[in-house]
């Protein structure tokens, strides 16, 4: 069982695009995590947050951590071909606890 | 990723055949974790080490071993593969709270 849930599992959206992704759990993290992960490479951190209702941008991603700090989500404003990608979400208590993950393709 | 090294980057084994995934890193970092990732899963955390000398397990530890040799290598042996150890290994590295940064990844086929 997945200790946390991300939503949509595949996205796919053509360049210019606006996407959310979502990360939902039933415990509270004392901070959660954003990271990329490319073809053949390991996971990449983007982003932690750690302050429930706390808002952090990163150019034109921007990550926003519940009040209850249970849950998450990641907005992509003018989505590039460059941002394809696994997108994983992951809350830290002290050892990191994954979602499953979720599959962005940007088509040019 | 620079920092943390795995090797192999490949392996194929037979089923029953005994394996070490090696793990290192130069960031001074005290813990260190082997995950296996499969798709529509994640990553699943099979063991750790808070330090030194200390190794835990994780979500997923049946079927492997670890050995945290010193601070800078973490080791983890399947003793007789299995073709559901077929995976995506990684290793990371934490210090405290801060983010954890991942090595690139030994792709293991156990046929």
């Known amino acids: 069982t997945q200790l946390l849930e991300q939503s949509p599992q595949f996205l796919s959206i053509q360049e210019g695009e606006n996407l959310t992704v979502y990360c939902n759990s039933s415990?509270?993290?004392?901070?959660l995590q954003w990271y990329r992960q490319e073809p053949g490479e390991g996971p990449v951190l983007l982003v932690t947050?750690?302050?429930?209702?706390e808002v952090k941008k990163l150019k034109r991603l921007t990550f926003q951590f519940g009040d209850a700090r249970k849950d998450s989500s990641l907005h992509i404003t003018a989505a590039q071909p460059g941002d394809t990608g696994l997108y994983l979400c992951?809350?830290?208590?002290?050892?990191?606890?994954f979602g499953a993950g979720t599959t962005v393709t940007v088509r040019a | 990723n620079a920092g943390v090294t795995q090797t192999p980057k490949f392996q194929v084994l037979k089923t029953g055949q005994s394996m070490t995934l090696q793990c290192a890193q130069d960031?001074?970092?005290?813990?260190m974790y082997w995950y296996r990732q499969d798709p529509g899963m994640g990553l699943r955390l099979i063991y750790y080490?808070?330090?030194?000398?200390?190794?835990d397990k994780g979500e997923v530890p049946n079927g492997y071993n670890v050995s945290r040799l010193n601070k800078r290598e973490f080791s983890l042996r399947l003793e007789s593969a299995a073709p559901s150890q077929t995976s995506v290994y990684f290793c990371?590295?934490?210090?405290?709270?801060?983010?954890?940064?991942f090595g690139d990844g030994t792709r293991l086929s156990i046929l």
């Open positions: 992951a809350g830290n208590d002290y050892k990191l606890s």
């Open positions: 415990s509270v993290f004392s901070s």
């Open positions: 947050v750690v302050t429930g209702g």
């Open positions: 960031m001074n970092h005290n813990s």
């Open positions: 080490s808070a330090s030194e000398g200390t190794t």
């Open positions: 990371a590295v934490m210090r405290g709270r801060q983010p954890q940064h």
